[in-house]
C-alpha cells in the first residue's frame, strides 16, 4: 500500500518560515510522476500551490511564487514544501499528492496556523 506522510507544519508568526516534508513509498517515488502540495483553507477550494510536473518542471501558483520552493531527494524519497516570508493567507491544512501509473494518492495533511 502506497503511502505519503507529511510533517514540519505548525505555528508561525507572518514573516516565518516552515519546511513541510513528504515522504513517499518508494513504489511511487519517480522522477516521472507527478508530485504535488496543495492547500486546503477552512471555506476554500483546494489548491495546488506547488509541484513537480511528470516531466520534471515545477509549477507554483501565482500567490506563493518567490516565497516557496519545491524539492525533493530521491535518496530518502522525500518531497519538500520550503515556504518563507509566510502570510496569514497562507494558513490551512497542506497535503502532499502523487499522480503515478493512473493512480492519486494523497498523504493526511499537515496543519499551517498563524500566532498573532
Not at 31 to 58: C, D, I
Not at 70 to 94: F, W
Request: net charge positive.
Amino acid at each position: 500500500q502506497a503511502q505519503l506522510v507529511e510533517s514540519g507544519g505548525g505555528l508561525v508568526q507572518p514573516g516565518g518560515s516552515l519546511r513541510l516534508s513528504c515522504v513517499v513509498s518508494q513504489s511511487i517515488f519517480s522522477r516521472h510522476a507527478f508530485m504535488g502540495w496543495y492547500r486546503q483553507a477552512p471555506g476554500k477550494e483546494r489548491e495546488l500551490v506547488a509541484s513537480f510536473t511528470s516531466g520534471g518542471s515545477r509549477t507554483y501558483s501565482d500567490s506563493v511564487k518567490g516565497r516557496f520552493t519545491i524539492s525533493r531527494d530521491t535518496l530518502t524519497n522525500t518531497v519538500y514544501l520550503q515556504m518563507n516570508n509566510l502570510k496569514p493567507e497562507d494558513a490551512g491544512v497542506y497535503l502532499c499528492s502523487v499522480q503515478y501509473s493512473g493512480s492519486v494518492y494523497w498523504g493526511q495533511g499537515t496543519q499551517v496556523t498563524f500566532s498573532s
